[in-house]
């Protein structure tokens, strides 16, 4: 055996400071022969593609909500004509808070204002839809930035990380309208 490595199973030995190495017999332990698929230097690729993997999965979930019958363009809640109403009177020159009554913070109203312009060419529908679709762009971002913040744990924490942002019950719910939450 390599000094101070010990032997877990027959044909698996770990050296003290490094990853798991796999050997096919124990005729090899002299040369060890990493599979080169999980060898270290592959582990940033692993852990990019769990990233990509959560964010295609949450693409997808969003995708498919978006797309049922008048989830876009139709009436989902109360809270997304009011933000989005808001960003309307904002373009128009109207100040919230001075001009009218408007009890959250104004940055939902400013985010919204290039949709809220958009909306005197393609109509206030097309331009509420498109601010739905941003949203639902946002959940993506927020699942990136999930697996991103803990890729130095490795492919398998990145993966549980974003994953489990990519269907969890409460993101789901809020990406498919105008909300303050995504």
């Not at 009218?100 to 939902?108: A, H, K, L, N, R």
């Not at 803990?150 to 409460?170: D, E, M, N, Q, S």
Request: aromatic fraction near 8%; include cysteine; proline fraction near 7%.
């Amino acid at each position: 055996l390599l000094e101070g490595a010990t032997t877990i199973f027959p044909v698996i030995t770990q050296v003290p400071g490094s990853e798991i190495s796999i050997y096919e017999t124990d005729s090899q332990l002299s040369r060890p022969s990493r599979i080169a698929l999980f060898a270290p230097e592959n582990r940033t690729m692993w852990t990019w593609i769990a990233i990509a993997a959560s964010a295609a999965l949450a693409a997808l979930i969003i995708g498919i909500d978006l797309t049922q019958s008048r989830d876009l363009t139709g009436v989902n809640g109360y809270d997304d004509g009011v933000y989005f109403g808001a960003a309307l009177r904002l373009v128009e020159g109207h100040l919230p808070y001075r001009s009218y009554v408007f009890v959250q913070p104004p940055g939902i109203a400013v985010i919204l204002a290039p949709l809220g312009l958009l909306a005197h060419g393609i109509g206030e529908d097309n331009a509420l839809a498109a601010a739905r679709c941003l949203t639902g762009l946002v959940v993506v971002v927020n699942v990136v930035l999930a697996g991103c913040l803990v890729r130095h744990k490795g492919p398998l924490v990145a993966l549980l990380a974003a994953g489990t942002l990519a269907i969890f019950p409460p993101a789901f719910f809020a990406d498919h309208t105008v909300i303050l939450e995504p």
